[in-house]
């Protein structure tokens, strides 16, 4: 017997979003893996939620840190590289006889946890995974508005990265969507005014999903902005107008 | 009996990667519509085949003009519009009293021919939008390589937009995902020679569909460029490598 494992995308939350390869997939799953934060039911686990076998055997991945530590610092590095090749090892184990479905939220090769997992299992057992709709795609749903026109530039940003090269960014392209904001939200809010597109930017929360809010981000209280946050600015890029 | 209008947004192609809600709605509609070039299947139509009711209506919207005239032109946004306005009028004609699906490649918020009937919809009849999985989505899967790590930024780029535009915005984004190639593709091999990403480049064609290839763009033969192909440069961003 010869099993695998397939990471499956959930998509951006609703799971009637997800695939309907990834729907079979879920559902017929023997053994099912997602990554949670040590203490929390997971967003990965929580949009299956209903879904799974009764005798699905599950493996919860628990980060062993997330936000305690600096990404940048070597320590970081080295916990996570250590919590990922000690997962690449159990989940390869349990590949030799069965299959393991991993479960991730939004799209798994878009800034997704299973790629740090996928590098690693290149050659240990076979491997596959199925795309999903990306969250910031649900987001933009959320919005009622479509995010690109024409020949519109759309840039994906990350509110990680430093304020003047969010400025650059911002400046230049004509949609915008700019992800891991949480705690760097104000930084984000920063460079939005400074590029001169605060006024057009939109903050979306839980998109898709039970309680999605979306709200102007100039008016958003910075003391409450969740992790599961997407920044938004549509492009305004070209269309045929109505002649009359 | 008050009808409605559901754009499904069917994904990059297969159409088991379609989600779980178009699906359904495909398979129970009774009146379809989609956008095709006149004379052509059409590719939104290709991906449901087998799925439609042996009843259901069909409404082919044939394009009246796709490349022959210069798409910055007066005349071309002319015909374009009356194209819209004329779709427009019929299908909330229809949704008086009926339900009609309408099909969209991808995800139709992203660069998707119907966001030009939605915008004249409002106000006339009740729309709904089902996200789809984008096209690029599809074709990062196919390299089967992820697109984006920790910081990376991705900027997508047409293949329409003036060189020098193209060159500044490939030397800015770590990952890039170049659309709208076809007759382009010289003018895109160029921009990104000169911005020294020629050799991180990949040329995706049929992404997710029968025939699927993928090809590194500098050995890619400039008189064989199909529309549906995207050129992706993957993002090397931030991971954590193995200590040992």
């Not at 997704?112 to 997992?117: A, D, E, I, K, N």
């Not at 949480?182 to 460079?191: D, E, F, I, M, S």
Request: glycine fraction near 10%; hydrophobic fraction near 45%.
């Amino acid at each position: 017997m010869m099993g695998r494992i397939i990471c499956v995308g959930l998509g951006p939350g609703d799971p009637d979003l997800m695939s309907v390869k990834a729907d079979r997939l879920v559902r017929g799953a023997a053994h099912v893996a997602y990554f949670r934060k040590a203490g929390r039911p997971g967003q990965a686990r929580r949009i299956v939620s209903g879904m799974l076998r009764e005798d699905a055997i599950e493996h919860a991945m628990e980060y062993p840190v997330t936000t305690e530590i600096a990404f940048d610092s070597a320590d970081y590095n080295a916990i996570l590289a250590s919590f990922y090749d000690e997962w690449t090892r159990r989940l390869a184990d349990l590949a030799v006889s069965h299959e393991v479905i991993v479960l991730c939220e939004g799209d798994p090769f878009f800034y997704g946890s299973f790629m740090h997992l996928h590098t690693r299992l290149q050659g240990l057992c076979e491997v596959e995974v199925v795309p999903g709709i990306t969250g910031m795609t649900g987001c933009w749903h959320a919005t009622g508005v479509p995010i690109t026109w024409g020949d519109d530039v759309l840039s994906v940003l990350m509110g990680t990265l430093p304020e003047e090269d969010l400025v650059g960014h911002m400046r230049k392209a004509h949609a915008l969507a700019i992800m891991k904001t949480g705690r760097n939200l104000p930084k984000v809010r920063r460079a939005l005014a400074a590029a001169g597109r605060l006024d057009e930017a939109w903050l979306v929360e839980r998109g898709t999903m039970p309680g999605q809010r979306v709200i102007r981000l100039a008016d958003t209280d910075l003391d409450d902005c969740p992790y599961f946050a997407i920044v938004l600015v549509h492009g305004q890029g070209r269309r045929p107008e109505a002649a009359e």
